[in-house]
């Protein structure tokens, strides 16, 4: 076979055997497209809900899918918690009031008022100086308990109350031994105040105090806790305060001391900012009296118009640790007698400057319970025993006690 007519033959089975794949693979395709077509015709042509499944067939395992619930259906939100703090203050506030003292010609006040700033027209040609403090209402009655240094010098009374209405005021009676004071307003009054037991007040326990400071900021609130018990800080303040860290500024004097049940379990009084010239200034130091005092103190100055307190007639200091160290003194609890006045109910019974009282009728004295605060428990008139250490002896003593002076 010649070279010309073998490769012609090699090239014709070259291109049928081509054509032929190419052909196969056209069938193919058009076959698979088919079939692909009928799938998707068969699925696009399934009844809305399938056919039901045969009895020996299991049942589909159905897979839940998150459902979105109408409007209508969804529950409201539950509404905010509202803290014992606040149902408190909104319980009591309408009971608290802004006592305003227009001060009598040539009075300065208590420089623990909040004072205003400026004096106010009184009367043409003429001017007043007003100072404030706070008050509670304890009786439906317009009775207000209040200090005795906020009403102290004044010529006339009047209260704020809480929706910023005024009415004159007139006093019942003041004790200036514990810093109380009773006014009275006719009328209907907004709110009245419980007074609780502050014999039960733990330290650490919260407490709310609500008052106006500086006179301008009516009803204001701070909550701190019960800093402790049974404070003495000597001089002229009252006995057994409450100490607190709720913040209490000048105008707060008179405002209610609050428990989380909403009782009224001290009135505040004082602030300790310094101990003195050059020292570091302090926060937090708060003092109220107790409820337990103020409630019969209140009961008093209401029925009589003044306190009447059984008198010693001794000027002492009240015995710690650190005025042990600094006197030399053989205990480190008791009262140190300072002076002993001529005539007087201790006098007559033989008690001496220099002498230290450690019980009075068998109760201990000492830092949390002072002489004064064991002797308020007493009438005049009462007989007391007194435990006295006098130059390393041990002597009882008995006092007749009298009246304290007015």
């Known amino acids: 076979m010649e070279r010309g007519t073998k490769y012609a033959l090699i090239f014709g089975m070259v291109v049928t055997l081509v054509i032929g794949a190419l052909m196969g693979a056209l069938a193919g395709g058009s076959v698979s497209w088919y079939v692909t077509q009928q799938q998707i015709e068969r699925i696009a042509a399934q009844p809305a809900h399938p056919a039901p499944v045969p009895a020996s067939m299991p049942a589909p395992t159905a897979i839940p899918q ?3 619930a109408p409007l209508s259906a969804v529950a409201p939100s539950a509404p905010a918690e509202v ?17 305003v003292n227009t001060l009598a010609s040539g009075s300065q006040g208590s420089p623990l008022l909040g004072d205003l700033p400026f004096p106010l027209p009184d009367q043409p040609g003429g001017s007043v100086r007003r100072g404030s403090g706070s008050g509670v209402i304890i009786s439906q009655d317009g009775y207000i308990l209040t200090n005795n240094h906020v009403i ?12 910023g209405s ?17 006014v009275k307003v006719d009328g209907p009054v907004p709110g009245v105040a419980t007074l609780g037991d502050s014999d039960a007040l733990q330290p650490g326990e919260t407490v709310i105090a609500i008052g106006s400071p500086l006179g301008d900021f009516r009803n204001t609130v701070t909550v701190g806790v019960v800093s402790a018990l049974n404070r003495s800080l000597g001089a002229d303040a009252p006995e057994a305060l409450i100490q607190t860290d709720a913040a209490i500024n000048s105008g707060n004097s008179g405002g209610p ?15 300790v900012r310094g101990s003195g010239l050059g020292s570091a200034p ?3 130091l708060g003092f109220a009296v107790p409820s337990s005092i103020a409630k019969r103190v209140s009961e008093q100055l209401i029925a009589n118009g003044k ?42 019974a033989g008690l001496r400057s220099g002498d230290i009282v450690t019980k009075l009728n068998g109760k201990p004295i000492g830092p949390g319970q002072s002489l004064r605060a064991l002797l308020l428990e007493y009438k005049p008139g009462d007989v007391v025993t007194l435990d006295v250490l006098r130059d390393g002896q041990q002597l009882s003593i008995d006092v007749t006690l009298g009246t304290r002076p007015d």
Do not use: C, K, W
């Open 257 to 271: 001391l609050i428990n989380l049940r909403g009782e009224v379990i001290g009135i505040n009084t004082l602030v």
């Open 307 to 348: 306190v009447v307190y059984p008198f010693l007639g001794v000027r002492f200091g009240t015995i710690d640790a650190m005025l042990a160290l600094d006197n030399n003194l053989p205990v480190n609890a008791g009262a140190l007698i300072a002076a002993v006045e001529s005539g007087g109910p201790a006098a007559r």
């Open 152 to 163: 102290e010098g004044h010529r006339s009374l009047s209260v704020i109350f809480y929706d």
């Open 66 to 68: 998150a459902t979105a």
């Open 166 to 182: 005024r009415r004159d005021a007139t006093l019942v009676g003041a004790d200036p031994l514990m810093d109380l004071a009773v």
């Open 282 to 284: 302090v926060e937090g």
């Open 83 to 99: 803290s014992p703090v606040v149902e408190v203050v909104q319980r009591v506030s309408p009971a608290v009031v802004t006592v």
